[in-house]
């Protein structure tokens, strides 16, 4: 939400032709922008600069990393440190359920954040953090706890705890952090670089997903930092942090934020520094008298600003109020989001073992010399080269998007994305062969980039268009509709659908491969994105 310091003043004079018969468009779009950022402070953000937006989607190839390390790391390690069989759903449904239920809290919290950093950056850094230490208590619990505990029994139990909390508190984080992440874009950039950005993010996550499943199918322990530390866990979070710290630092310079409130109430509505090398809080620049402003119209929008934010304070029944009474195309698009997230990690979650089972026709519970488990360990490798060809198909299929954007619009690349998905994951579980099944996972990339682009980027739009809508009431005279809703609060609800299919695939999936097999998540997961290909084309508002 910026403005130079040039369209600040203009956008404030008052003008001596409003009310005239005769005034042209650009006369009237001019007052519109002066009420709009008189009344509400809300303001057009000026283009960034490339460099930039790939600064801000560091943030998502950090944790892309980091998951795709989770991947290919934690079942091995809840195997070593001894975890119960039916603890496994315990460790799977903590987390979706926590996020769930606290996902659209934080949202609606960073919306009312008036911490001079900004608003999303604090919550970003503090999931950032919480992140790292499940990371460091996963891969490296029985390590600590055999440093505090001698007794053999008390170190298996207290080492399956503290990797259980560790899988809890990283998931838990890594989900949540996605929602600030997109609010944050979506408040410091235009409505053409919310598009980039989003692009950015996607090309980023697949890179760091590739990144991440190629370190974790290396083989560290015969390297030198494998003899140095004590475990090929150990090496792979060195890794990981390392990563992580560096891309989470990135992020949180590359876009300076505004604050919801200022200490100085005339510099309210000054919403940059225009100098580029200037990546901290604006308000160095206040503290420091460069930018002063001396109008008395700002002093009172400003009161009557936070007179009017008073009375939105956050509380459980606004917040509750507000989920509740989501508009319907809002709600459709989190149902549609809901079958996407679904469809994916039913076949994702479960890939690899299928790779295992159905494809190399092996045996997971067979004696780990024989034959049969050898081969499931070698289809299982296979899943993951499979994996990484999925992250790598997402990176490349996020820069096409940009190209075939103009051509078929958002409702094109959210059905194209739903239907090569679907028809990809259908014709893996009809013909299971090596080869072609290698070659179709290069359609899950499709679908993901979809996910994590198409959705946001609708949300963006509909907030555009309520913002477009304000802006001509008030130039208008009209009186505007309440303002309630937020960035923050859109994007945790859209993010909690992907809590919301992991439950529902904890609760019910692992019921029906018991029974059925492996074979049954690759059509479930076909059969899904079909029907959520239907939705999509029928159900969604898509914004002229």
Not at 141 to 159: C, H, L, N, P, Y
Not at 281 to 297: D, F, P
Request: include cysteine.
């Amino acid at each position: 939400m910026t403005l130079t310091k040039e369209s600040f003043h203009g956008a404030l004079l008052p003008s001596s032709g409003v009310g005239k018969a005769d005034m042209d468009g650009a006369r009237e779009k001019e007052e519109a922008l002066r009420q709009s950022v008189m009344k509400t402070g809300a303001a057009v953000p000026r283009r960034r600069a490339v460099g930039r937006l790939v600064m801000h989607s560091m943030a998502m190839f950090g944790r892309e990393f980091c998951y795709a390390v989770e991947a290919a790391f934690v079942t091995p390690v809840l195997l070593s440190v001894g975890l119960p069989k039916n603890l496994y759903s315990l460790v799977w449904l903590i987390s979706p359920i926590l996020g769930f239920l606290l996902q659209p809290v934080v949202g609606s919290a960073s919306d009312h954040c008036t911490c001079s950093w900004g608003r999303r950056r604090p919550y970003i850094l503090g999931l950032g953090i919480i992140m790292l230490l499940g990371m460091a208590l996963y891969l490296n619990g029985d390590v600590m706890i055999s440093a505090f505990i001698d007794e053999r029994d008390k170190q298996r139990t207290w080492a399956i705890v503290i990797t259980m909390l560790g899988v809890v508190l990283f998931d838990f984080a890594a989900d949540f952090i996605d929602g600030p992440i997109k609010a944050y874009l979506f408040d410091v950039c235009s409505h053409q670089d919310k598009e980039k950005g989003l692009h950015y993010h996607a090309l980023f996550t697949g890179l760091g997903g590739a990144l991440g499943y190629l370190t974790g199918a290396m083989d560290w322990g015969q390297t030198i930092l494998g003899y140095t530390l004590a475990s090929e866990f150990q090496v792979i979070f060195f890794f990981a942090a390392l990563v992580f710290i560096i891309c989470l630092t990135i992020h949180l310079c590359s876009i300076p934020e505004v604050p919801l409130r200022y200490e100085n109430e005339e510099a309210k509505f000054l919403l940059e520094v225009t100098e580029p090398h200037k990546y901290s809080s604006i308000e160095e620049e206040i503290k420091n008298g460069h930018l002063k402003s001396t109008c008395t119209e700002i002093k009172a929008a400003a009161n009557s600003l936070y007179a009017e934010e008073g009375k939105r304070q956050m509380t459980l029944k606004s917040l509750l109020k507000t989920l509740l009474s989501m508009p319907s195309h809002y709600r459709c698009l989190c149902v549609s989001h809901l079958f996407g997230w679904m469809a994916f990690l039913s076949n994702m979650l479960f890939f690899t073992d299928f790779m295992g089972q159905v494809v190399y026709h092996g045996n997971p519970y067979a004696p780990h010399n024989s034959t049969l488990y050898l081969t499931y360990k070698a289809g299982v490798e296979m899943g993951c080269w499979g994996l990484c060809i999925n992250a790598i198909s997402s990176s490349v299929y996020s820069y096409l998007q940009k190209v075939l954007l103009p051509y078929i619009g958002l409702k094109g690349l959210y059905f194209i994305g739903y239907l090569l998905f679907g028809l990809g994951t259908g014709l893996i579980g009809l013909f299971p062969n090596v080869y072609s099944t290698l070659a179709l996972c290069s359609l899950f990339g499709v679908m993901s980039s979809t996910l994590y682009t198409v959705p946001f980027h609708l949300i963006a739009e509909y907030h555009r268009e309520e913002e477009v809508s304000t802006m001509s009431q008030e130039a208008l005279g009209e009186q505007a509709g309440e303002q309630g809703r937020g960035k923050g609060i859109d994007c945790a609800a859209l993010t909690c659908m992907v809590q919301l299919a992991q439950i529902i695939l904890g609760v019910g999936l692992g019921l029906l491969v018991s029974v059925a097999g492996s074979a049954v998540t690759v059509i479930s997961a076909s059969t899904v994105a079909l029907v959520g290909c239907c939705f999509v084309a029928f159900c969604i508002r898509y914004v002229d």
